[in-house]
C-alpha cells in the first residue's frame, strides 16, 4: 500500500492545543481512527475522508482529495486546523 503525500495541514489537538502536522495520507488516515469522536465517526465527512485516504493509499485516488476531504471532515467535526 502506498503512502501519498500532500501539502502540509496541522491539526489541533485537544488538550493541550498543541498542532499535529499531517503531511501524508498515512498520517491523515490515523488522525481519523485516533482523534475523531465515536459519534463524529458516523458522519458522512469522517466517512467521506476515510474512503478517499483508503483509495489514494490503493492508487485508486488523489491525495489531493484526501486532504481536502480530511479538511472537511475536521471542519465538520469542529477541530481546528492550520493549513
Known amino acids: 500500500m502506498?503512502?501519498?503525500?500532500f501539502r502540509l495541514v496541522e491539526l489541533c489537538l485537544h488538550p493541550p492545543h498543541v498542532y499535529r502536522p499531517i503531511a501524508s495520507v498515512?498520517?491523515?488516515s490515523l488522525a481519523l481512527l485516533e482523534h475523531w469522536s465515536y459519534e463524529m465517526q458516523k458522519s458522512k465527512p469522517f466517512e467521506r475522508a476515510c474512503k478517499a485516504c483508503l483509495d489514494a493509499m490503493e492508487?485508486?485516488?488523489?491525495p489531493v482529495k484526501a486532504r481536502?476531504?480530511?479538511m472537511k471532515a475536521a471542519k465538520a467535526a469542529g477541530i481546528a486546523i492550520r493549513h
Open 68 to 70: 481536502s476531504e480530511f
Open 2 to 5: 502506498a503512502n501519498p503525500t
Open 26 to 28: 498515512a498520517d491523515a
Open 59 to 62: 492508487n485508486d485516488g488523489s
